[in-house]
Structures are given as structure tokens and as C-alpha cells.
T-cell receptor, first 114, second 113 residues
Framework: DQQVKQNSPSLSVQEGRISILNCDYTNSMFDYFLWYKKYPAEGPTFLISISSIKDKNEDGRFTVFLNKSAKHLSLHIVPSQPGDSAVYFCACNAGGTSYGKLTFGQGTILTVHP | EPEVTQTPSHQVTQMGQEVILRCVPISNHLYFYWYRQILGQKVEFLVSFYNNEISEKSEIFDDQFSVERPDGSNFTLKIRSTKLEDSAMYFC???????????FGSGTRLTVV
């Protein structure tokens, strides 16, 4: 299942700098997009989401950008902190009868160095 | 903060045995989900459950799998006859409204030997 792809398996960033995580999708039925963060031995934790009617959504240090024509979304974390080190998953939802079903990317391991 | 609780955290079972994974969703939530993650692979949707019935299931969720909400608090996933390839981390999730930003539990690691 290659509907959602995160092409960077890992990203290393210095504390205080910007982290940019990317995600591409192929299914044009997706209309709601989310980012989850996962620490070892824990379940995914919801971070931020965006509807297809928007191109940007901010929540504190986290901003998600959506480019529908390119079928691309990104998560910006500014400034990055060591506690942000985790695996980040993008997830997509098709709405309608797939109201709850999420299709996940394979994840990007973010490491923020002090 | 309310949590989704999953038990046990790790279960080892013999191939062919039945296994039941248990979840206690957040108390006012109405939508329930199971996902799994095989080691090194993506988190995959298994099933969604609302109003005491399955609302959607994936191709993975075949006749060997079933879900149940036996009382007002528990949500279970049963695998009737486990196979080696069922070894994975199984995540339960719940949502108040069906809105996809739902809450996941910490998972049950199932090892089939």
C-alpha cells in the first residue's frame, strides 16, 4: 500500500532550528490529513490536522501545510526541542464512509540534538 | 488526561491458539478502532466499530478476526486461530465523534510462536 509515503526515514536537527517533515499521497479521495507523534512503547499521539479546504494550520510550534495540487503535506516544528525527538507519522482520511479510517505513512524518525 | 488502556502489554501465544486483546476506551467515546503495526512496517487499519457494529474493516480483517464490546467499558479484538504473521503491535483507539484525530492506546505486542 503506497497511498501515503514519507520518503525520509530519518531527520536530524539542531535544537532551536526548524524541523520539516514531508509526506506525499496519491489517493485524491483523501480530504483530511493528520500528523501523529510516537514515542517508543507508546501509541501514536495526535499532533495536528488539516482539512482539504485549507492550506495551512498552526498550533503553537507546529504548522501543517497542504498542497493539494501536488498531493503533498508537510509539518514544520519551530523551534525544535530535544523532547520533539520521536517518530512522526502522517495519516490521511477519505471522509464519507471511511470517516474514521486512517492510512498511515511509514514514519520519519526525528532526532533533535541539544 | 483521559487514556485508552490496553491489556496485556505483551502476549505470547502458540500458533493456532485463540487470543483476545483487551481495550478500555475513553468513557464518553462512541467510535472504536483497531490498528496493527508489524515490525518495520506501517501502522495498518483493521476495523472501526460504532453503535455495536462494525462500520468498516480492511482486507486484513478476515474471518479469523472479530471485535466485541461485551459491556459498557471494554472493546476486544479476538483472533481465532493465530498465525505467525499475526505477530505485531496491536493498537486500540477511540473517538468521541468519529473525527479522525482520535486517541490511541499504548498497544499490545502479540508474539505468535
Amino acid at each position: 500500500d503506497q497511498q501515503v509515503k514519507q520518503n525520509s526515514p530519518s531527520l536530524s536537527v539542531q535544537e532551536g532550528r526548524i524541523s520539516i517533515l514531508n509526506c506525499d499521497y496519491t489517493n485524491s479521495m483523501f480530504d483530511y490529513f493528520l500528523w501523529y507523534k510516537k514515542y517508543p512503547a507508546e501509541g501514536p499521539t495526535f499532533l495536528i490536522s488539516i482539512s482539504s479546504i485549507k492550506d495551512k494550520n498552526e498550533d503553537g510550534r507546529f504548522t501543517v501545510f497542504l498542497n493539494k495540487s501536488a498531493k503533498h503535506l508537510s509539518l514544520h516544528i519551530v523551534p525544535s526541542q530535544p523532547g520533539d525527538s520521536a517518530v512522526y507519522f502522517c495519516a490521511c482520511n477519505a471522509g464519507g464512509t471511511s470517516y474514521g479510517k486512517l492510512t498511515f505513512g511509514q514514519g520519519t524518525i526525528l532526532t533533535v540534538h541539544p | 488526561e483521559p487514556e485508552v488502556t490496553q491489556t496485556p502489554s505483551h502476549q505470547v501465544t502458540q500458533m493456532g491458539q485463540e487470543v483476545i486483546l483487551r481495550c478500555v476506551p475513553i468513557s464518553n467515546h462512541l467510535y472504536f478502532y483497531w490498528y496493527r503495526q508489524i515490525l518495520g512496517q506501517k501502522v495498518e487499519f483493521l476495523v472501526s466499530f460504532y453503535n455495536n457494529e462494525i462500520s468498516e474493516k480492511s482486507e486484513i480483517f478476515d474471518d479469523q478476526f472479530s471485535v466485541e464490546r461485551p459491556d459498557g467499558s471494554n472493546f476486544t479484538l479476538k483472533i481465532r486461530s493465530t498465525k505467525l504473521e499475526d505477530s505485531a503491535m496491536y493498537f486500540c483507539a477511540s473517538s468521541e465523534s468519529g473525527y479522525p484525530g482520535y486517541t490511541f492506546g499504548s498497544g499490545t505486542r502479540l508474539t505468535v510462536v
